[in-house]
């Protein structure tokens, strides 16, 4: 094949334009719209400011507005801010070893210029007009003067309106939403010392005022009940101090999505920070799960690389070993402590944003009892009244479920589906012991058991639901929030029934009847968890699966419980008549065989 970079006169190295330059430049920084709220939530908190209201609009892309009480800044300055490599943080490169800003590039409102249309106000107390500059892909447009309050405001309008392919591959609005809260929330739990609200459309979606705890942020952000399962942490030695707050070994997740670290004020993302905690548990957390852990380090600033990464989410530390064994140190220390240490206490406040729900991990699955999430029962005074207990009832699956049951996948036969099964006995209250056909079968009854649970749910032409005596109530932050609003329409499918209830809650007041007689509502909560934890899924069949999957395993048999003989025969019956016997519906084997042979070479019995 003809090499086309090599064929004519039009493809000599030649130097791009300032405008191609500034817009590839601007990618490796704004690479969403959270990218550009984090590059100016930077330069607020860099300005002194106490107070900053962050407004959004069509998830970013349409708006940006961030404002702030800080400094302000001159005229002059103003005009200069929006030139490449311009800033007040450094002047040369020995002080790019000593940073104690969150910026020092010079290249956030140049980088966000080349690919969107901004407005700066600003003004400083001492001057007593403030100035406007107004920019764009071709730099500085216009600058006046204007009143303004002490502070600056960046509006930002229209991202990527020239950069068609940056917008084509940006995902779907709310997981553009939910990026920009993670952002926010990452800065209201490092600097509580610093007033946070978030606007999306002009409604509140999170505010955490300055109290100067972090304790007090993390109960705004996370809720009051993941604060309860905090305990204190604080470690100092010659290299690094450390303090914040980890979870008892009862609060773990399947990844670190609630896990937070922030070096010198800056927040930072770090696998090698997460390793030292998660060693730091030692056997206290099964294989596969994470604590809560919400990290200030304080470190020398010339012993730590912030200009890793254009994003500058990543540091490189010059003693990481030692800052690692530091942090291994101080969670070992704390938890061997954690019966004389304090709780975070709770005050009575209006939390805006009150609890994250946990994920469970399909593989860790009952090897550690997982979280029980508190359940609430609405009040007498509650603005939420039930309906009366009915009996149960029944609705009709949609054309979408019945589609999705039509496409349900056959295969083929099998020596298992053909033959009779020969119980042997049970291991472990886990794995059932059979012979079929002089083949030795293992089979893992959970596994099993959800195969078959599935494929009733798809098979169920009416599914019938139960209302709740006691409604479930669910308190999410704001990005479990964006997250479980797509999956509502498919869970009332299904026969759940989920409304909000105040500030980012949901009241839970039915849900199918395939989970029986529902005494606990833990298993409400479980499902929804699994749904967050998929993130956002825009194919509907993908969707329904999640969701089929995630009740059947729920429902299933759990690892661990005692089978009798009967309940095991029937169990293979029922799991002979799958149409896909041989996986659960997330992928796993539900079974396993040895043929004599494949024992005897184990064995090495040959001859």
């Not at 704004?30 to 990218?35: G, K, L, Q, T």
């Not at 969107?116 to 071709?138: C, E, Q």
């Not at 730091?280 to 957390?285: E, F, N, P, S, V």
């Not at 896909?580 to 064995?603: A, Q, V, W």
């Amino acid at each position: 094949m003809n090499n086309v970079f090599c064929d004519g006169d039009n493809n000599k190295i030649h130097i791009l334009d300032e405008v191609t330059i500034s817009k590839i430049a601007a990618g490796e920084v704004i690479e969403r719209p959270a990218s550009a709220v984090k590059e100016l939530l930077d330069n607020s908190i860099d300005a002194g400011a106490t107070d900053i209201k962050v407004e959004i609009e069509g998830s970013g892309v349409k708006r940006i507005s961030v404002k702030d009480n800080g400094c302000g800044m001159s005229h002059d300055d103003a005009y200069m801010a929006f030139k490449k490599h311009a800033t007040s943080k450094l002047k040369n490169i020995d002080d790019l070893e000593n940073v104690h800003t969150l910026g020092f590039r010079g290249e956030a409102l140049s980088s966000i210029a080349a690919v969107a249309k901004v407005t700066l106000t600003t003004r400083r107390s001492k001057d007593i007009a403030g100035t406007r500059v107004i920019a764009g892909s071709d730099g500085v447009e216009s600058i006046s003067e204007v009143g303004a309050p002490v502070g600056t405001s960046v509006e930002v309008i229209d991202l990527f309106y020239n950069t068609p392919a940056r917008r084509k591959y940006l995902k779907s609005g709310r997981t553009e939403l939910a990026h920009i809260t993670d952002v926010f929330t990452n800065y209201a739990i490092g600097h509580p010392d610093i007033s946070f609200t978030l606007l999306n459309e002009g409604k509140v979606v999170l505010r955490s005022p300055a109290t100067g705890n972090m304790g007090d942020s993390i109960v705004y952000i996370h809720g009051a009940e993941i604060a309860r399962m905090l305990v204190p942490i604080l470690w100092e030695n010659d290299i690094v101090k450390i303090c914040g707050y980890i979870s008892k070994p009862e609060l773990s997740r399947s990844g670190t999505d609630l896990q937070f670290f922030c070096v010198n004020g800056r927040c930072i993302s770090s696998k090698a920070l997460s390793n030292a905690i998660r060693l730091g548990y030692y056997t206290l957390l099964p294989k596969g799960r994470y604590p809560a852990a919400f990290l200030h380090l304080e470190i020398d600033p010339s012993t730590v690389d912030v200009n890793v990464h254009p994003r500058k989410t990543e540091v490189r530390f010059s003693h990481e070993k030692e800052i690692m064994d530091a942090v291994t140190a101080a969670v070992d220390s704390t938890l061997k402590a954690t019966h004389l240490v304090p709780e975070i206490k709770v005050k009575d406040k209006p939390v805006i944003v009150q609890k994250i729900l946990y994920e469970k991990g399909k593989e860790e699955e009952n090897k550690l009892e997982p979280l029980q999430l508190s359940t609430y029962v609405l009040e007498e005074n509650a603005t939420y009244h039930p309906p009366v207990r009915d009996t149960e009832r029944r609705i009709k699956t949609s054309s979408r479920l019945q589609s999705r049951l039509q496409s349900s996948p056959q295969f083929e036969e099998s020596a298992f589906v053909g033959y009779d099964v020969k119980i042997i006995g049970q291991f472990e209250n886990l794995y059932i012991i059979a012979e079929v056909e002089k083949k030795l079968l293992l089979v893992d009854q959970h596994a099993a058991h959800e195969r078959v649970m599935y494929e009733r749910i798809l098979d169920l032409k009416e599914i019938g639901w139960q209302e709740l005596l006691n409604p479930v109530t669910l308190e999410l932050n704001p990005k479990e929030k964006v997250i479980l609003e797509d999956y509502i329409p498919y869970l009332e499918e299904v026969g759940f029934s989920i409304s909000e209830f105040g500030n980012n809650a949901y009241v839970v007041t039915t849900v199918p009847t395939i989970f029986g007689k529902m005494e606990k509502p833990d298993v409400v909560h479980d499902i929804i968890s699994d749904l967050l934890s998929a993130g956002r899924i825009k194919d509907e069949t993908e969707i329904h699966n999640h969701v089929f999957s995630s009740m059947a395993c729920r429902a299933a048999i759990k690892a661990g419980a005692v089978c009798n003989k009967e309940q095991m025969i029937d169990l293979i019956r029922q799991l002979k008549k799958c149409r896909n016997p041989y996986t659960c519906p997330h992928g796993r084997p539900t079974m396993i065989s040895f043929t004599k042979e494949e024992l005897d070479r184990l064995f090495k019995r040959t001859g």
